[in-house]
């Protein structure tokens, strides 16, 4: 909770303010996670930190909206391409689902790698004029999961 709420709470807190002075209006993106809308087993502390995440991101786009600051989510799953996955891990959950770590990466609805750049692109698609008219959206980037549609 430390991590994933009081740390974005306090943040909000110093550049609320801030945002509000920008002339083209404030833009804010946060990561969320999979975990919100699908928690897994096992991880509780995780899911609840970003479930909480959201909701404060949500309050924040309706308390910001007056001051033309737009704040969204992204949700990323299975990005692999990062410090918390090392091949050895990878290779070990392919093993449970009796598949190879390249299928297993690729484990979603599209059939596709999610990459941190990837989900790098979605944040900062969120902040371009394209979506000058959304605020409040949680947006996935993880391939498609038939535990969120």
Known sequence: MSVNVDSVQSLFGHIGPLLALSPVGGRVV????KNVPAPGKGAAAYSASKAAL????????????????????VHPDAVFDTGLW????????????????????????LSVEVTSKAVARSAISLCTD????????SVPTDGGSDRVI
């Open 30 to 33: 946060v990561i969320g996670s």
């Open 54 to 73: 959201q909701q404060l991101c949500r309050v924040a786009a309706l308390e910001w909206a007056p001051n033309k600051t737009r704040v969204n989510l």
């Open 86 to 109: 090392s091949e050895e891990l990878i290779t070990e959950r392919a093993s449970n689902y009796g598949i190879s770590p390249e299928e297993y990466k690729k484990r979603n609805l």
């Open 130 to 137: 394209d979506f000058s008219t959304t605020t409040g959206a």
